[in-house]
């Protein structure tokens, strides 16, 4: 692996991405699986993700969760998400979709109504940590809540002291407590990521509003890129050795030649940033990281300068092992390879001459080269950037604290956790309202005819022109579902259409379908089971139901079938069936907490 | 690389088809790959690669080869 000080990342494009996970696809590398939870549209992540996995020489399968499903996914039975062979666990819970349009809501919420939103997220991610744990060891990384860069409220937000943003990160930092509670769980700071690239390049403020997805491509790949530092981290691949050159790497000048005094360290500008650099090889170097030199020169001029330059912050005794002599570099790094009983791929070499940077990538490949440009402030970003040295517990006492923690504090809290689909579906507080479609819901009936694709049982296209002939006739009822639950509402998200043939005197279901906003809450069975009893008060004793294959609509193959309903006719291409009424009481509807028809407008002519 | 290229290019790595079986036919509705996830990534690939914005309501319409030619006037 070559690394220069520059970005790289800017010009790598989905498109490049996309090749090199096309490509010749090595089968030999260590394996890992990664499932991603989230509540927003995020599926290219997983191609970042895979892309930064290969560069790290990792086979990494990323297996998404359904829309919003995070809990239901974690808590499914036989979950193909959450179990044993998961590794890690990225989940993206946002908070626009949490709480829709939060920052222009906030400013009318009660005190309490501040504290429960507080609790509600809190609580629901505790639940999430917990009932991972109970089923798997994976790693659960998940990125914190981001504050507002803009907020509605300008510079008022901060002129009083529980604007948006407090209310933010107040709410962030007791995740992070949450989360010191568990073991290999990790919140990652989303604020830094945003300041990475830039609030106008992270966002997709049209997408989030369209389609569920407000990050653009930008900020996915740099989602990406940190989670895989934690991947390679848990997969040992973190480096451990870092070998430096000393004359332009570590002070500025070459003691041979400039004299102790000479040397830029601490003074000056340049003196200023190998100070800095310093500082960052000490703390390495303090947190376990192995600090080695590998220098041409007359050992004694360059402990010389340990000892004399006042500027130096590397002491002797941080140095783990050294070769200071005039043998060639890659002699000299075999043998600290040797003395160190470390293997070369966890080793960091840093030189500033382009020679010996391209000796030891010719010679020993697995040691990663960073050649220490005129500006060391390059290479301490590149360092920190691309995280070589990142750990999860700096020792392992910490780790071993954790873990007791854990133990002594969440088997009690076992008792007060939601363990089921059913129960965590009725501690959502869902209520769920059927009714005939009003004149001012046409265009979102027609726009849902014409988006979903997922959970449609005839994949039926239909114009706003369609939709209000529709509407005016007699022969058809449209039945709309609005939902919403304790976090707020999701708007109409199903939509039914039947049909009444007149001759037979038989209501068919020409259209049935639900936006997957609101799948994995039972929402579907509930509307079926509701139009299914409007029809049937009307006088009908039985109701057709139609299912329409389509390349996307799989997921509804059977749901008429385990509704009740009998095949009467069907090929491949379609399929018909026939439910005789009254249908049996829907169960899940137990689980909400009202479920209502609302009669708008009861046409007259039924 | 011309732009009809690039954008078959595009289409192939992310359906996992042949370039070469990319035709006037090529649409969301004959190609099994082309999902509406899959459909969001040649959005915003071609975004990416042309350096233009799709508004998203454009964007629904967009679902086959000749559409996307279209757009990008080849």
Redesign the interface.
Known sequence: MVISGDKIMSELTFLKVKKRLNGNKLTNLPKVSISILRNITVDQVGDYIEYYGLQSNLDIECKFGGFDNIFQDIIALDSELVNQDSDVILVFYHLEMIYKQLSYLYPSFTLSERESATENIIKFVENCLFEIRNRSNAVVLWPSLELYVLSPLGIFDNHYNDGVNDFILDINRKLSSVFSKFLDCFLICSQSLVSRIGYNDFYDQERRISAASPYSLAALREYALESVKYIRALKGLSKKVIVCDCDNTIWGGVVGEDGVQNLQIGSGALGGIFEEFQHMLKTLSKNGIVLALCSKNNEEDVWEVFEKHHGMVLQKNDIAAYRINWKNKIENIKSIAEELNLGLDSFVFIDDSDFECQLVRDKLSNVTVIHMTKNPIEVINTINEKGFFDRYSLTNEDALRTKMYISDSFRRKSTSSVVDISSYIQSLEINVQVSYCNSSEISRVSQLTQKTNQFNLTGKRYTEQNIKEMYQSSNFRIFTLDYNDKFGSLGLVGVAIVEIDRVCNLPAIDTFLMSCRALGRSVEYVFLDTICRKIYDMGYSSIKGIHIPTKKNKQTEDFYIRNGFEVVIGNELSLELLLPMPKVECIEKNQFKSVSFKNFMEKNNV | MSNNEKLK??LA??L?IDVRDINDSTSF?VI?SW???NH??II??IE??FNIKI???AA?DLTSYPLLLKLLKL
């Open positions: 290019e595009i790595l992310i996992e509705d099994d999902d509406s996830m969001m990534s915003l690939s990416e690669e508004s998203d309501e629904l």
